[in-house]
């Protein structure tokens, strides 16, 4: 999700060391009656901007842009509403970021794309030198902060870049550490397309509070703007037979921060649904209460832009060899509406049988609209979405190339 | 000397062959970044290997070693391997 914030709505750093738990979902009202949504469409083969008329009714497509260009992120920064990042490699070329300042209209080169620092002379061998396969994912930092970003590749890596994505300088904290490299093991331990580093959040009150997520490697927090971290993984499963103290097995698929509550984040993961309330270091498994015949395996996570205890995921079957489609060819998002107490299905409008997609970790968002709009791309390239919180889906694109991501700005 | 580009660049170059000039094969990909800035890295990763689906042929023959000395004669063919389908 991504909206236009003003510096004006932030409120002042409070969290870093003691977070305030102080629910505010019911006092932040909708502002975006009159905003227009644009979703941004990621795929394995370009980009596309779907423009909406102020009831999200008809949507004007933009696009192809960078047509064959496997795209994993494309993200409006919320805080000009006018620039976007591109996170673009092809089957052949290196990584490389674009980014436009008019909204797609005109696109340019990042100077210095994220790329691993050059191993020091006499570096430890058990740490080979690593090269940047393409970066996964795109974060715009505080609000307080205009032109800073960051971003998350594979192999796993950490990168900032503190004008407008221009030029992205590594983590070295991260990417160069042994204890961390360790926990992101190597290549073989990886998803299919690559480990990521992904779930990168700043949180609204203080650029200095950091999180982010390893498929594998588990969630880490940093209070001191990235100088250091530590991880917050306790409460979270690992597979049967493995040892949950070990970071390295921890595989969060999704980690969101609820904006209406900062303290209360929701966790997609390997293994089940988590919420976690700051300043408790606990994640709970909330994906229990799902319906045994479904199971609480998935991706995508999303969250309500005012109601902290709203939640939505999109369920595949993560069971056997992890055919990762929809469980019995029936698609269907879940909401809770208290925190993961229970569950309910919402499947009115899609396929009812024999659909065998699924939804990608950055492929599910929400719109800030009331009700929310709700969007999905399929990895068989449809774009769904509904304009009733998930009561009613309907599809809006079809034909597309396997969908990798997919954001919702709101402009004027 | 003559470089021949293969079309996932011609968004860098517009053109499928360009002059460029250098002693060695890193001194020519330093040229044709500084004509065509960003090229390079989509060719050449940070820890400074060519990157997997590029090749490099210099007068017809295969060369994988970025320090291989070039003359102005050469002819570089800079190639977009043959993988998958």
């Known amino acids: 999700m991504a909206r236009i914030i003003k510096k004006a709505a932030t409120r002042k750093k409070s969290l870093p060391k003691k977070p305030v738990r102080k629910k505010q979902s019911t006092t932040v009202r909708a502002k975006s009656a009159t905003r227009r949504v644009i979703v941004l469409v990621a795929t394995r083969k370009g980009a596309w901007l779907l423009h909406g008329d102020a009831a999200r009714k008809t949507w004007r497509v933009d696009g192809p842009h960078f047509l064959g260009h496997i795209i994993n992120h494309l993200v409006l920064d919320p805080r000009d509403g006018r620039t976007l990042l591109a996170a673009a490699k092809t089957g052949h070329l290196g990584p490389t970021i674009f980014r436009s300042a008019d909204r797609g209209r005109t696109w340019k080169e990042a100077t210095k794309p994220p790329a691993f620092e050059k191993p020091a002379d006499g570096a430890d061998a058990k740490m080979p030198a690593r090269a940047v396969d393409h970066t996964f994912w795109l974060t715009p930092c505080h609000a307080n902060e205009p032109n800073v970003w960051y971003a998350g590749t594979s192999p796993q890596g950490l990168f900032r870049s503190e004008d407008g994505g221009d030029t992205w300088q590594p983590f070295s904290c991260i990417n160069d550490?042994?204890?961390?490299?360790?926990?992101?093991?190597?290549?073989?331990?990886?998803?299919?397309?690559?480990?990521?580093?992904?779930?990168?959040?700043?949180?609204?009150?203080?650029?200095?509070?950091?999180?982010?997520?390893?498929?594998?490697?588990?969630?880490?927090?940093?209070?001191?703007?990235?100088?250091?971290?530590?991880?917050?993984?306790?409460?979270?499963?690992?597979?049967?037979?493995?040892?949950?103290?070990?970071?390295?097995?921890?595989?969060?698929?999704?980690?969101?921060?609820?904006?209406?509550?900062?303290?209360?984040?929701?966790?997609?993961?390997?293994?089940?649904?988590?919420?976690?309330?700051?300043?408790?270091?606990?994640?709970?498994?909330?994906?229990?209460n799902m319906p045994k015949r479904v199971g609480d395996i998935g991706f995508p996570m999303v969250v309500h832009p005012r109601d902290a205890d709203t939640a939505w995921v999109f369920p595949m079957d993560g069971q056997t060899v992890w055919p990762r489609t929809s469980p019995d060819g029936k698609p269907a998002a879940y909401v809770t509406r208290n925190g993961g107490k229970r569950w309910q299905r919402l499947d009115v409008g899609l396929p009812d049988s024999q659909a065998w997609w699924t939804v990608k970790r950055q492929a599910m968002t929400a719109d800030a609209h009331d009700p929310v709009g709700l969007y999905f791309g399929t990895t068989s390239g449809e774009l769904w979405m509904s304009r009733d919180e998930g009561k009613r889906w309907t599809c809006i694109a079809r034909n597309l190339p396997e969908i990798y991501a997919v954001e919702s700005a709101e402009v004027r | 000397m003559k470089v021949l580009i293969p079309s996932p660049l011609l968004s860098y170059t517009g053109k499928s062959e360009v002059d460029a000039s250098g002693a060695t094969l890193t001194e020519l990909l330093a040229d044709l970044d500084h004509q065509y800035p960003g090229l390079r890295f989509r060719v050449i990763n940070e820890q400074d290997q060519i990157r997997p689906h590029m090749r490099f042929f210099i007068n017809g023959e295969q060369v994988f070693d970025l320090a291989h000395p070039l003359r102005t004669t050469d002819a570089v063919y800079l190639v977009q391997a043959l993988s998958g389908g």
């Not at chain 1, 990235?226 to 070990?246: H, K, P, Q, Y």
């Not at chain 1, 904006?259 to 919420?275: A, E, F, K, V």
């Open chain 1, 177 to 288: 550490d042994p204890q961390y490299r360790a926990w992101m093991g190597s290549v073989q331990d990886s998803t299919p397309d690559g480990p990521k580093l992904h779930s990168i959040i700043v949180d609204p009150r203080d650029p200095a509070h950091l999180y982010f997520a390893m498929s594998g490697g588990g969630v880490h927090e940093s209070v001191d703007g990235g100088r250091s971290f530590t991880t917050l993984i306790a409460g979270m499963e690992v597979v049967g037979g493995f040892d949950a103290a070990n970071v390295a097995f921890h595989d969060p698929h999704c980690v969101r921060l609820c904006p209406s509550n900062p303290d209360r984040l929701y966790q997609q993961n390997h293994c089940g649904i988590y919420r976690i309330d700051r300043p408790s270091n606990q994640w709970v498994r909330i994906g229990k």
